[in-house]
């Protein structure tokens, strides 16, 4: 098999003095933070559709990067192409995973039966390299926004044809990410919203998309996946209003039809900030909700109000999102998948390199400065004292929740006036972070 990135090497390590561009100059993949190699902090992802399909194109114009690697589009050989050319890239950069949508592997034929066997043929091709080259799926998906079928959504369909579409996706998606040993299956409800409730009839909606992912389960469970299922939410695009709005929706949802045993949350840092929100702010809802499954590690552009799925650069962010990440316990099942693509005038192969190196350079050096946040303590610490008055006394009664309100109304009238409560010390705990992130 000839190689397909002619010219690029292997990505090393070479320190943040290194002016090479193919170089990582933060990401030491056996480098020990807090115990373990940041390999194991950072499990890195591909996203099949951006890195191996996507092309630029908008729509104002065509794409600007080729990604034929050489053949013809829309065939299977082409399918196969772009496997070796994933797993080529996959192995330059050290990156360990890969997530996909059923039909980012194959071009999708008019049958489902035609379909099935095209992702019959690719899995089998795919599972070979993924023995050959060490690499594993940390998701898989299916793509039920795409096609004209899913105008209305899928679960949220007003057609029951439809849903047994989505359906029959869902089914086939599952069987290929158990076949090849993923962790993940994700369900981003890409038109799983609507546009006016003059025509829509919410309750019903929602209560079959809650059927629809309660069948996955069921399906899923039985045929031995045992990772975690995950809701991405998303606010809005495609749809003006999209139900799994942010996480708490999400949770919210997971709750009210029990499938919160089941699933947790793939939090999307571009959709966080669409949703009104900072990354950091979804990240700890999952988290103190136990559901902090996965992450989409992109950044979005605060002046755009869409996703623009860049790949992060901003370290304030990657180190916030890593101290979310360190303090629930870090990774299980999940990871940190690049979903994220270049700019459209950025086109060619180095450039795809450059992103990742880009991207996974940020993480890694967040991961540096959250570990520092946390040795340093005096954030921590700071909380921890902010709280104190509930540790003793009548704090601790209503911690305890052994307090009637009487009981409290009492102290109060008893007390008279409260002090004021102690400083929050905003200015102060900002500038201890911009001493560890620039020291
Ligand atoms: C789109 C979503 C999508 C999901 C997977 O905005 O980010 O790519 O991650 O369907
Ligand atoms: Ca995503
Ligand atoms: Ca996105």
């Not at 993940?184 to 309750?203: I, P, S």
């Not at 950091?280 to 988290?287: G, I, S, Y």
């Not at 009637?404 to 102060?428: D, I, N, V, W």
Request: aromatic fraction near 12%; charge should be negative; charged fraction near 25%.
């Amino acid at each position: 098999m000839s190689e397909i990135f002619t010219g690029i090497p292997k990505i090393k390590y070479e320190g943040p003095k290194s002016r090479n561009p193919f170089a990582f100059k933060y990401y030491d993949a056996e480098k020990i933070i807090l115990g373990k190699p940041m390999r194991e902090h950072l499990p890195f992802a591909m996203a099949w559709w951006h890195n191996m399909c996507a092309t630029g194109i908008d729509m104002f114009g065509k794409g600007t990067a080729d990604k034929s690697f050489g053949v013809e589009k829309d065939t299977m050989e082409h399918a196969r192409k772009k496997v070796d050319a994933a797993f080529e890239f996959m192995d330059k950069l050290g990156v360990e995973y890969f997530c996909f949508h059923d039909v980012d592997l194959i071009p999708e034929a008019d049958s489902i039966s035609e379909t099935n066997k095209r992702l019959d043929e690719i899995s089998d091709y795919i599972k070979v390299k993924m023995e050959q080259y060490g690499k594993k799926v940390l998701w898989g998906t299916a793509n039920l926004f795409g096609n004209p079928r899913y105008m209305n959504g899928a679960g949220s369909s007003n057609s029951a044809d439809v849903f047994c579409f989505a359906a029959a996706q869902i089914k086939k998606a599952l069987d290929i990410t158990v076949k090849l040993g993923g962790r993940g299956y994700v369900f981003w409800g890409g038109r799983e919203g609507y546009e006016t409730l003059l025509n829509t009839d919410m309750k019903f909606e929602l209560e079959n998309i809650a059927a629809l992912m309660h069948l996955a389960v069921d399906y899923g469970r039985s045929i031995g996946f045992d990772g975690d299922f995950y809701i991405e939410p998303k606010p809005k695009e495609p749809m003006k209003h999209q139900y799994d709005y942010d996480t708490a929706t999400a949770i919210g949802f997971l709750k009210q039809y029990g499938l919160d045993r089941d699933f947790k949350i793939n939090v999307e840092a571009n959709h966080a900030t669409l949703a009104g929100h900072t990354f950091r702010h979804e990240l700890r809802v999952a988290a103190i909700n136990g559901m902090l499954g996965s992450i989409d590690a992109n950044q979005g552009d605060l002046l755009l109000g869409w996703d623009t799925d860049e790949f992060p650069f901003d370290i304030y962010e990657t180190t916030m999102c890593m101290y979310e990440v360190l303090m629930a316990g870090g990774f299980k099942n999940g990871g940190l998948n690049f979903d994220a693509k270049n700019r459209r005038p950025s086109y060619t192969y180095e450039d795809m390199f450059h992103a990742f190196i880009l991207g996974m350079d940020a993480y890694a050096l967040g991961l540096i400065k959250a570990a520092a946040i946390i040795e340093d303590g005096r954030i921590d610490s700071f909380i921890n004292e902010r709280y104190a008055s509930y540790e003793s006394g009548i704090g601790a009664k209503i911690r305890a929740g052994e307090a009637t309100l009487e009981e409290l109304s009492e102290y109060a009238e008893k007390l008279g006036k409260p002090a004021l409560p102690s400083s929050g010390r905003q200015e102060y705990l900002e500038s201890i972070v911009n001493s560890v992130l620039f020291s």
